[in-house]
């Protein structure tokens, strides 16, 4: 018999909006379709619905008449479809098998998640737990099919087990209008005097078909806890949005930082639940101008570090400003596993891989774009090139039982980078004097020249003579003349 | 030797505490940089924790010794990173002058204030060994130093600066200068001449964990 979860909110674009701006929960406000006095209600919350606003019923102008007070918001499809994909996210971080149903309920396969949790009353309870990370106040109800979990997890007590063989005693005494039946047939059932699913389970299913039509056999199966169809997984997907359409257009960088820091604090929550981190980042503008500003943000290494990810969005804003202003923003992340490393009982203790990604990204936030790595010795005989890597870090090695030998102490080379052109006089025995930006002086030793030539099958061939020059400045440098100029690319040091 | 007494001699004999040695007051750790002369005139090398500023003018052989510790540093296993504001370090000496660059974390900011904003990041995220910042050139005032320090106290981190001439000041723990040096020329009358080394005479001008004014020859050769 298999085993089900729904994980429900009960009024989901109020949810949605709370989640967006948490500000107004517990607050009287209620979601119009459009803008104006004439846009319907389309949703309310429970203060709003305490004071007698009534969803679908009314328009803003007669909600306004009823509760004076009342917040009226605009209703945001973006973060309604954000808020519906967290709760997604919720049910796969404990379960493989995963639906989406069109109101926003997820139903997930519970047979395979409670051997991580122990029980399906703690299963409920992680779940709960899970969906208030991400910002969302969900009812859970599990039981042996989809029509029984989603019952429990509405009409239940925000947790319901629904034990096996129990489901009849669960659903009987649940009214009828739970399995929402079509007027037709609900006011025949109301003629027959049927008002809960125990009195139409009692039902013989075969001579409903011809009193109740189609609906009516299918209706009963519901009514006795089965399922039309078995569960079908949604597609996994491989990144995580958040969304949000703005009220008014943003003009300011720090308004539109404030909204940003809210969908990457949303997403890395959703990313969190996986226990992975944001390895690139989506950022998709809309701009008042009806335009689209899209862009994405590499990041050196995977991250769930908030300010760190709002740094990188500051500073390619900073960088590369939208030509207009704000009026929606949806951040995309994909998420990567964040390297871990085995920590071995004599090796020296180094960076934690979480803590070394966040640092690595905000290092390349500070420093830009391939300026943070691992520096990478060039397969070439073309002196001063250096290459960078992206940093990994290496498992660490046992330092060696007995000291090594000291290794003798290396003259280290500075290079100058891009090498500086300078004046050389030379005399019939070489160089004597060098002039150029900060440094030069008569030549007090010297060495060389010595010929460097290659890549001379490439466009980037070179042909120099190099010298070790000493001047009187103080400096050791390494200079070279190539087609008569002279430069210097780097100082021993 | 067996196994299991190459982990005892590892991890200590049980009873085999010597009497005396308690933690209160002991030195902090260090990291050698493998010239013997130097290790022991800084009792054991460069110290883990604290702010250790290596100043002297252009070709003075600093680099080559922020590398020789930095060599040693990553041999021992630890993972270290380069803070080069100037973009000045080469991959191919750093190698030749023993660092495992893959062990090396070399971040490039494009300005000092940058480099000092990294430093402290480095600092902060723990688990590296040792942090070099190459400044190479005078930086002015800043008030950056005191929060190094404090980032450096709290990760353990030798954190080693270079720089041509002291700016550090009371917030340096240890303090070399390279007071003079020689530069050796290789070869003579009939034979080709080549750069040999650089002898830098490094002095402790301050050190607060042992003896200053010390003063130490160091021969470098080059590759």
């Given at each position: 018999m298999p085993r089900i979860a729904c994980l429900l909110v009960?009024?989901?674009?109020?949810?949605?909006?709370?989640?967006?701006?948490?500000?107004?929960?517990?607050?009287?406000?209620?979601?119009?379709?459009?803008?104006?006095?004439?846009?319907?209600?389309?949703?309310?919350?429970?203060?709003?619905?305490?004071?007698?606003?009534?969803?679908?019923?009314?328009?803003?102008?007669?909600?306004?008449?009823?509760?004076?007070?009342?917040?009226?918001?605009?209703?945001?499809?973006?973060?309604?479809?954000?808020?519906?994909?967290?709760?997604?996210?919720?049910?796969?971080?404990?379960?493989?098998?995963v639906e989406t149903a069109a109101d926003g309920a997820v139903l997930l396969d519970a047979d395979g998640a409670t051997h991580l949790v122990g029980t399906e009353a703690g299963l409920a309870a992680a779940l709960t737990a899970r969906a208030a990370r991400v910002g969302l106040a969900a009812r859970v109800g599990i039981g042996a099919s989809m029509t029984v979990a989603r019952l429990a997890a509405r009409h239940g007590d925000g947790g319901e087990v629904v034990p096996p063989d129990t489901e009849m005693g669960f659903l009987a005494p649940l009214p009828l209008a739970c399995l929402a039946p079509s007027p037709d047939v609900a006011a025949t059932l109301a003629r027959w005097g049927v008002r809960t699913l125990g009195e139409l389970a009692r039902l013989p299913a075969a001579e409903a078909a011809t009193r109740l039509g189609p609906d009516g056999p299918a209706l009963i199966r519901r009514a006795r806890g089965g399922d039309e169809r078995p569960l079908a997984p949604d597609p996994p997907s491989a990144t995580v949005e958040e969304a949000a359409a703005l009220e008014y257009p943003i003009a300011l960088l720090e308004p539109l930082l404030f909204v940003l820091r809210g969908l990457t604090e949303r997403a890395l929550a959703r990313v969190g639940l996986q226990g992975v981190g944001c390895a690139r980042l989506g950022l998709a503008l809309g701009l008042e101008d009806r335009a689209r500003d899209v862009r994405e943000l590499p990041l050196a290494a995977p991250t769930r570090d908030v300010k760190t990810i709002v740094m990188l969005l500051r500073t390619a804003l900073e960088a590369t400003p939208p030509h207009a202003a704000i009026v929606a923003a949806a951040l995309t992340v994909v998420p990567e596993a964040v390297r871990a490393a085995q920590l071995g009982l004599f090796a020296p203790p180094g960076p934690s891989p979480e803590r070394l990604a966040t640092t690595l990204a905000r290092l390349a936030a500070l420093c830009g774009d391939g300026r943070v790595g691992a520096p990478v010795v060039v397969d070439s005989h073309r002196p001063g090139l250096a290459a960078i890597a992206p940093f990994a870090l290496l498992p660490p090695s046992a330092p060696p039982a007995a000291p090594t030998p000291a290794a003798p102490c290396r003259v280290a080379v500075r290079a100058l980078r891009p090498p500086r052109p300078v004046e050389v006089f030379t005399e019939r025995d070489g160089p004597a004097?060098?002039?150029?930006?900060?440094?030069?002086?008569?030549?007090?030793?010297?060495?060389?020249?010595?010929?460097?030539?290659?890549?001379?099958?490439?466009?980037?061939?070179?042909?120099?003579d190099y010298y070790d020059l000493e001047l009187t400045d103080g400096g050791v440098y390494r200079c070279y003349r190539e087609r008569d100029r002279w430069f210097v690319d780097g100082v021993y040091d | 030797m067996s196994a299991a007494a190459t982990l005892l001699d590892r991890l200590g004999r049980p009873g085999g505490l010597r009497l005396g040695t308690g933690s209160s007051g002991s030195a902090p750790h260090h990291l050698p940089s493998g010239i013997d002369a130097l290790d022991t005139a800084l009792g054991g090398g460069f110290p883990r924790g604290r702010l250790t500023e290596l100043s002297g003018p252009r070709s003075t052989g600093c680099t080559g010794l922020a590398c020789a510790v930095a060599a040693r540093t990553t041999q021992a296993g630890e993972t270290i990173a380069w803070v080069d504001p100037q973009d000045a370090l080469e991959p191919d000496a750093a190698a030749a002058a023993g660092i495992a660059l893959a062990r090396t974390l070399w971040v490039r900011p494009r300005a000092v204030p940058d480099a000092l904003r990294a430093t402290e990041i480095l600092l902060g995220a723990g688990g590296f060994g040792l942090v070099v910042l190459d400044l190479g050139q005078p930086v002015g005032r800043t008030t950056a130093w005191p929060r190094l320090l404090h980032a450096a106290e709290r990760s353990r981190t030798a954190l080693l600066i270079v720089t041509s001439r002291r700016e550090v000041g009371a917030c340096a723990a240890l303090a070399l200068q390279v007071t003079s040096r020689r530069v050796r020329w290789s070869g003579g009358p009939g034979r080709r001449v080549l750069l040999d080394g650089i002898d830098a005479r490094v002095t402790v001008v301050r050190n607060r964990l042992g003896r200053p004014a010390e003063a130490v020859v160091v021969r470098q050769a080059c590759a």
């Open positions: 009960p009024d989901l674009p109020v949810a949605a909006a709370c989640r967006a701006d948490p500000d107004l929960a517990g607050r009287a406000f209620a979601l119009t379709d459009g803008l104006g006095p004439h846009a319907r209600v389309a949703a309310a919350s429970a203060a709003a619905h305490a004071r007698g606003v009534r969803p679908g019923r009314m328009s803003a102008a007669q909600a306004r008449a009823v509760d004076a007070d009342l917040l009226l918001r605009l209703r945001d499809p973006a973060a309604e479809r954000s808020a519906a994909r967290a709760l997604a996210d919720v049910a796969l971080s404990l379960a493989s098998r004097f060098v002039r150029g930006a900060a440094l030069g002086g008569r030549v007090v030793g010297a060495a060389g020249p010595w010929r460097l030539a290659g890549e001379w099958w490439s466009t980037h061939g070179f042909a120099r | -």
